[in-house]
């Protein structure tokens, strides 16, 4: 399983907000999560994230 850095998830993220804002597409709620369960996020990338980067990610 590859290990997804925050900025291969907040990118992944944002690329998918942008689909559904500037373009109006749908979400396919099924591809995100099928894509995120391909990635292991580790627990120290957690524990390093900061107030903002988790603002950004919806927390």
Known sequence: MEKMSFELLSSF???????????EQEPRLEYIFDQL????????????????????LGF
């Open 13 to 23: 993220l944002l690329s998918q907000i942008t689909n559904l804002v500037l373009f």
């Open 37 to 56: 369960d391909e990635y292991q996020i580790p627990l120290e990338h957690w524990q390093a994230l900061t107030i903002p980067q988790a603002k950004c």
